[in-house]
């Protein structure tokens, strides 16, 4: 015995500690993309900031959803001209707030078009689009369209239709930081 320790002229169980040598790489695989996912994800939702739809005119939260920075959500409405959809797409950032970054819709209406300078202006197929608009608009006070015009939330597969809660107000739309923090109004 050399040192004290007993060593065996042979391996006991090869297939065991083969399985163990795949077991231990596998762990410390997992281990290193579970670190790596928690470094770039906030921690739970109460760390993500907070799209928050107030109510101007009753004094009430309707809606308060976590965001996360950089991923897109959507309001979408029916335009009561052409009767059909539009699209107005944002995105949370973290120094601008609540920032336009695209719109699309089917045709030119009343109080539809392209401002020269504020993004591109793309024709595909029947659907107008103006990407790159990159406008930032912090908070900001939108009327809630009667049923019909549908004021929807599209975030992540979830809708959440405003002109059912809140037809005719006028709804200020803002980030809150984190859930603790107090609303501004």
Known sequence: ???GRFAP????FPQTEKRFSYMKHFIAAALIGSMLFAAVLPVSAEDC????FHDLETGTTI????????RPFTIRYIHSVDISPVYE???ADAGRG???TDTYFRMFGAGMGHWEGHGTLLQEGRWTRITGIDDPVGRFV???GQPGVDHTLLIGYREFNLS???AGHRVAVFLKKSAGERSPH
Do not use: C, K, N, S
Not at 49 to 52: A, D, E, N
Not at 63 to 70: A, D, N
């Open 98 to 100: 609540i920032v336009l």
């Open 1 to 3: 015995m050399a040192g």
């Open 164 to 166: 059912e809660t809140a």
């Open 142 to 144: 939108l009327r809630v």
């Open 89 to 91: 797409v944002f995105q």
């Open 63 to 70: 809606l308060e959803i976590p965001v996360r920075y950089g």
């Open 9 to 12: 002229p042979f391996r006991l």
């Open 49 to 52: 900031p907070r799209l928050v």
